[in-house]
């Protein structure tokens, strides 16, 4: 069964950061991109940002409201990808999930449970 | 960017209605069109592909039509469970964008 669980949300000062990581089973976590989807408080969804798997270089992308703050990485020896959240603004609120990106193609076939960051003073 | 809308906003419909949710796209992505199912204080999941594929252990009640950028979710007879706030995505291009989405409730 493939399970998805993200730790390490939790009250951030803005200007702080904050790292996630979405520790995966049930499936070869190598073989895939992965992918960060957020929802802020009573919003919908906004693609954050993913990493391809290695056989596609391992490289990353990322949506404008976070390029330059944010990072993605992946440790397959362990099945954990992170996000690195720096410079934490209070519009970073939300509740992060991780997902399994099928066949690379932005598609989500699978989704965390969910973690909240909330960015206050 | 591709611009998502979805239609409605919002519905009132009774079980074993018939329910049609419509996703546009600000410019044609072929069929690289998804659907998610969201429930309150739960993640989403996944319920169509590439338009009109059913994901693994989705009910045959539902369904995906179009392509372009005129698509539809359709859920053929409601029930109780499906309840929930419903998201059009493409993923043709960078960033991936998902539509506002439609919250089905009980009428």
Do not use: H
């Not at chain 1, 989807?37 to 993913?50: N, Y």
């Not at chain 1, 290695?54 to 949506?63: F, L, V």
């Not at chain 2, 796209?25 to 998804?34: E, H, M, V």
């Amino acid at each position: 069964e493939v399970q998805l669980v993200e730790s390490g949300g939790g009250l951030v000062q803005p200007g702080r950061s904050l790292r996630l990581s979405c520790t995966a089973s049930g499936f070869t976590f190598g073989d895939y991109a992965m992918s960060w989807v957020r929802q802020a408080p009573g919003k919908g969804l906004e693609w954050v940002g993913f990493i391809r798997s290695k056989a596609y270089g391992g490289t990353t992308e990322y949506a404008a409201s976070v390029k330059g703050r944010f990072t993605i990485s992946r440790d397959d020896s362990k099945s954990i990808a992170y996000l690195q959240m720096n410079s934490l603004k209070t519009e970073d609120t939300a509740v992060y999930y991780c997902t399994r990106d099928y066949d690379s193609s932005g598609y989500y076939d699978y989704w965390g449970q969910g973690t909240l960051v909330t960015v206050s003073s | 960017d591709i611009q998502m809308t979805q239609s409605p906003s919002s519905l009132s419909a009774s079980v074993g209605d018939r329910v049609t949710i419509t996703c546009r796209a600000s410019q044609g992505i072929s069929s690289w069109l998804a659907w998610y199912q969201q429930k309150p204080e739960k993640a989403p999941k996944s319920l169509i592909y590439a338009a009109s594929s059913l994901q693994s252990g989705v009910p045959s009640r539902f369904s995906g039509s179009g392509s372009g950028t005129d698509f539809t979710l359709t859920i053929s007879s409601l029930q109780p469970e499906d309840f929930a706030t419903y998201y059009c995505q493409q993923y043709n291009s960078y960033p991936p964008r998902f539509g506002g989405g439609t919250k089905v409730e009980i009428k």
